[in-house]
Structure formats: C-alpha cells, structure tokens
C-alpha cells in the first residue's frame, strides 16, 4: 500500500505563488509516474501535471502550462508543483496520485490507483 499526504495549499491573491509537496509513504515510487489533479466545487476531477519516473519528461494541461512546474525527489519520495502567477480560476482542491497502470493514459484519474486527500488552494481576485 502507499500513502500520499499534500501540502503547501492556502490562499493567495491574483499573481502570487504557491509550491505544493506531496510525500509517499509505505512504497517506494521511484518506478512509476506521478500526478497532480485539481476538482472545483461542481467540476470533474481534472488533470494538471504528470512526471515520469525519471523526472525527464513532464506533461502539463494547457492551462497551467508556462505558470506551473512539477517534479520529484525520488530520495525523498516526494513530488512537487510550483504555481506561478496564480488566478483565481485555479481554485479547486488538489490531490496527488500515483500507481497509474503501465500503458494506460497518464490523463485519466481513474488510472490512478494512490490518491492523497487533496489540499485546498484559494485564489483571490
């Protein structure tokens, strides 16, 4: 089993930053891919970023491309992503996840088999 604990969220005005943490426990990731999500009240969960094992390729959703930047310590087991010139609409929870089943997309939450418990980020205007 692995455990998957977020941190860093809170609440920021237009423009500002926040770097969010999200360490594993129980098993060692260091093999397989990891994620973030985010899920606004009303919304579907939604794919943010992904990071290979390595670290050597990233994914981004178009749009947090060029503000928001992911990756990982594999020594510490942790997974990173730094928001830059946030907005108000990236309000939403986000959540962590990892163990997504080889081959399958990288964009999908339900190829995911972790999930952390997700940590708010506020965004004012």
């Known amino acids: 089993q692995v455990q998957l604990v977020e941190s860093g969220g809170g609440l920021v005005q237009a423009g500002g930053s926040l770097r969010l943490s999200c360490a594993a426990s129980?098993?060692?990731?260091?093999?397989?891919?990891m994620g973030w999500f985010r899920q606004a009240p009303g919304k579907e969960r939604g794919f943010v970023a992904a990071?290979?094992?390595?670290?050597?390729?990233?994914y981004y959703a178009d749009s947090v491309k060029g503000r928001f930047t992911i990756s990982r310590d594999n020594a510490k087991d942790t997974v990173y992503l730094q928001m830059n010139n946030l907005k108000p609409e990236d309000t939403a929870v986000y959540y962590c996840?990892?163990?997504?089943?080889?081959?399958?997309?990288?964009?999908?939450?339900?190829?995911?088999?972790?999930w952390g418990q997700g940590t708010q980020v506020t965004v004012s205007s």
């Open positions: 990071i290979s094992w390595s670290g050597g390729s990233t």
């Open positions: 129980g098993r060692s990731l260091s093999s397989g891919d």
């Open positions: 996840a990892a163990g997504r089943t080889y081959g399958r997309s990288r964009y999908t939450p339900t190829e995911y088999a972790y």
